[in-house]
């Protein structure tokens, strides 16, 4: 599942592999340790709070503050060709925090710090592999989903 966000890890099995499932199916999702109750997004398989390893998956919203950003110029290889792009930090409303692109519904002129956005997934069903990234938009921004049973 891990494949469709391009070269992110080499590890062939995760306890949170199950996310790249529910992202195609439209459902932005992090985890809440069931022994402390601290939920983080992107998922994470052990409780950054208390070490427990005992986690579910909770449907986040992607509502969130934005904490920094700033504008790519001289962009790293593979992303010379989008250069310049403007990316920034989400401190996510239900817990944790996204680094995504600024999206096309938010103009340059107009990133501030403490700026309310949302994560929105990317999801390019097109390409051979389904590929994933995320921006951040303004809020109320939508997302096409895959089938609920894919």
Known sequence: MFKWFGRVNY???????DFAR????????GSRCRHCGATS???????????SGDFEFVEVSGAGTLVTFTKIVAA?????DVAPYN???????DG??????????VPEADIAIGMELQLVPRILEELEEIKVYYTLE???????TAAADA
């Open 138 to 144: 303004r809020p109320g921004t939508t997302w096409s």
């Open 11 to 17: 590890t062939p099995y995760t306890k949170v592999s």
């Open 76 to 80: 790293p290889t593979g992303f010379e």
């Open 96 to 105: 944790g925090r996204a680094l995504a692109w600024l999206g096309e519904t």
């Open 41 to 51: 997004f992107p998922p994470k398989a052990d409780c950054d709070a208390c070490m």
């Open 87 to 93: 990316i920034g930090v989400l401190d996510l409303a």
């Open 22 to 29: 529910h992202l195609k199916n439209g459902r932005l999702m």
